[in-house]
């Protein structure tokens, strides 16, 4: 007669963890807290998303280190959110990151130096290169100068090279334009009484 084994079976439970997929703006948000964190800056981003643009927002102690020389950081990490938000997607979606305000600030230096400059081409007669900007830089000094009816502007250049040329419009009337040379008029009047001998 045979005998039975007596087998051992360990049973444990199986769990089924839920996968928790996330939206585009909170990848993109963890994904730049990740890299400001690995940057070592201690700071939080909050997100706000309205219609079919998605702003970030850096704030903290810390924040100001990624805003870099002429906000040239904080386009990077824009560029960078805005390829994770819209990648393999039809629709587009516009990424605005800031931090301490930096973007408004820069909008109104710019505007402020467009004015400056429209002063100085029109006084000069004489047309003026600004420094290369970025895309955004370039458009506030357009739309700053769009009205002005002393100059124009243009962008000329190719790449990272892409900068702003202001030019003085030239006036119909030589007299009354503000690069008209300077001319002094000798009038000579004479009277009955006063004659030249």
Do not use: W
Request: net charge positive; with cysteine; aromatic share 4%.
């Amino acid at each position: 007669m045979r005998k039975k084994k007596n087998t051992e079976v360990e049973v444990t439970e199986v769990t089924e963890t839920a996968v928790v997929e996330l939206s585009e703006p909170q990848k993109m948000q963890d994904f730049l807290q990740n890299l400001l964190s690995k940057m070592g800056l201690s700071c939080q981003v909050e997100v706000n998303e309205v219609g079919d643009a998605v702003a970030l927002n850096i704030v903290g102690d810390d924040a100001s280190g990624a805003i870099g020389y002429r906000g040239e950081t904080l386009d990077a990490l824009q560029y960078l959110c805005s390829l994770i938000l819209n990648g393999g997607h039809s629709e587009f979606k516009r990424v605005n990151l800031d931090a301490e305000g930096y973007r408004a600030k820069r909008e109104k230096a710019l505007q402020k130096l467009a004015h400056n400059l429209e002063l100085k081409v029109k006084r000069t007669g004489r047309e003026h290169k600004l420094e290369p900007m970025n895309p955004y830089e370039r458009r506030v000094i357009h739309t700053a100068l769009q009205n002005s009816q002393h100059v124009t502007t243009q962008s000329e250049g190719q790449g990272s090279a892409r900068h702003i040329v202001i030019t003085p419009i030239q006036q119909n009337n030589i007299l009354n334009s503000p690069n008209a040379p300077r001319k002094t008029l000798n009038f000579v009047y004479r009277s009955d009484k006063k004659r030249r001998r």
